[in-house]
């Protein structure tokens, strides 16, 4: 029997004296196979993939114990959790390289695309200036990246987040490895960038059989890719095996939960299921080791009967917000003048209607404008022409102090809630502060009692009312966000990709405490996201945007059964494989 290619043995990993991230786990990969980590964050997946890679920072971090034996091309056993720095630089990058998750953070904003990667082409392959640069475009051209000699020359900055993916799957192929740690490549990209880049790891390995290790949250993906999977809860392994034995029959309850939690195109719940519905919350004890799920989806199914009545009632009221004919056109300057030599259209003509309690999700790739117009109709951002009426009044009328006092009831949750949120100030005063320019409550006494309030309604603790942003997850900032935007008492929320970098988990208890809110408060969403499934869970209607104009838009079961457009087509083909 042939060596593994890698073999990693009761590998720990702790961080100071007290807290171990990776607690003793074990799994091998074989030349040309595709092995997914799989786990919530802080599971320890991205720790295991650095700790490989010999990238833990020391201190704090330290391989305490195990060994990761690795098969090098001259065929020789090493132990890479005992090489020095200066051994181990020498299989980093060359016979084992690592995709990371954000781009933009791991590529130098100062140094071109080309010259990143050709950096590592001429200290690895000891290539000229030259020999570098041919061999870079064509790395660009194998990974499919547009104009390869134009991004040669270009700075991060100035190309996209699925082309800036490619530009790291280059540098990180640049020298023929024997193992690809591909660390969450596709997190926040869209359905038809993820599936080109999956597709693309599967091309490339199958012409230079390299082994990938594949980490991510969202099962849909691993499914698409992998052939065995490995799943970590807080450091450990907890289930391993072929990815379709796991997926179709997983024996651990946090596995189920996993699985349970992620959107689903097939049928309308009327909550997801979460992990807390298997394990309890805290130390995340088992509780419900046998649940069947298909018997849990079917309790939380809602029948045709109440959706049609659903829709009945939403739609014999008057709108409450009518969107008409709004563009939002960008000049392009050229020239020594500055002259506008054409337009980029953002948003191009759209109009539309949302109902008093109804969710309108807004879909589409980046770039189709979906984010303009939700910031356009909460006058962000200007509109270039077009009608924007809330509650019969029109607020493209509106002077700024007019349109500040509308605000409290038109809010949005951003997209990434650290960076909406002030790293100086307490989450609590960041909830007290809109209610105070609002002039809500009579005093700050009432105030914070309504921020702790809030807060233990978005299932965070009055203990949290001091604490900044960088003391809590990913998740808990955008529950403080949730809790930012309904502390003005609003009746209508733009929710602008509010889920899109979530773990799976975490983001089915999101999803449920905003359906949990619009139903208890009555408020109004327009539910921005380019992940279909979210969206078919969320709404009652949805519109398909594309390059500024609405494609379709309609109910969402009659959308995903009966596409009218090939890019709507598209889209829905992009989804990841049905668990």
Known sequence: MAEHLLQVDNLTVQFGKTFTAVDGISFTLEKGQTVGIVGESGSGKSVTSLSIMRLIASPPGKITNGSILYNNRAGQKVDLASLNEDAIRGYRGNEIAMIFQEPMTSLNPVLTCGYQVAEALRLHKKLNKKEARAKTIELFNKVKLPRPEAIFDSYPHEISGGQKQRVMIAMAISCDPAILIADEPTTALDVTV??????????????HGM????????????ASIAQRVVVM???????????????????????????????????????????????????????????????HFQSLTISDNETKERRNTLESQVPLLKVENIRNWFPIRKGFFSLTKDYVKAVDDV?????????????????????TLGRTILRLIEPTSGKI????????????????????????????????????????????????????????????????????????????????????SGGQRQ?????????????????????????????????????????????????????????????????????????????????YANPKSDYTRKLIAAIPGEI
């Open 194 to 207: 993820q599936a080109e880049i999956i597709q693309l790891l599967k091309e490339l390995q199958q012409e």
């Open 211 to 222: 082994g990938i290790i594949f980490i991510t949250h969202d099962l849909g993906v691993i």
């Open 233 to 295: 809860h807080r450091g450990k392994v907890v289930e391993e095996g072929e990815v379709h034995d796991i997926f179709k029959n997983p024996k651990h309850p946090y596995t189920r939960g996993l699985i349970a939690c992620r959107p689903t195109l097939g049928r309308k719940l009327r909550r997801l299921p979460t992990i807390s519905d298997f394990m309890s919350e805290g130390e995340r004890t088992i509780i419900a080791p046998n649940i069947d799920i298909q018997n």
């Open 351 to 371: 109009s539309f209607e949302v109902y008093p309690g109804e969710t309108l999700g807004l879909v589409g790739e980046s770039g189709c404008g979906k984010t």
């Open 389 to 472: 009426t809330f509650k019969g009044t029109n607020i493209n009328s509106l002077t700024a102090s007019q349109m500040r006092a509308m605000r409290k009831h038109m809010q949005i949750i951003f997209q990434d809630p650290y960076s909406s949120l002030n790293p100086r100030m307490t989450i609590g005063e960041a909830i007290m502060e809109p209610m105070r320019v609002h002039k809500l409550h009579s005093n700050d006494k009432t105030r914070k009692e309504k921020t702790i309030d809030l807060l233990e309604r978005v299932s965070l603790k009055a203990e949290h009312f001091n604490r900044y942003p960088h003391e809590f």
């Open 479 to 559: 529950r403080i966000c949730i809790a930012r935007a309904i502390a003005v008492e609003p009746e209508f929320i733009i929710c602008d990709e509010s889920v899109s970098a979530l773990d799976v988990s975490v983001q089915a208890q999101v999803l449920n405490l905003l359906n949990e809110l619009r139903d208890k408060f009555g408020f109004t969403y327009i539910f921005i996201s380019h992940d279909l499934a979210v969206v078919k869970f969320m709404s009652d209607r949805m519109i398909v945007m594309n390059k500024g104009k609405i494609e379709e838009a309609g109910y969402p079961d009659d959308i």
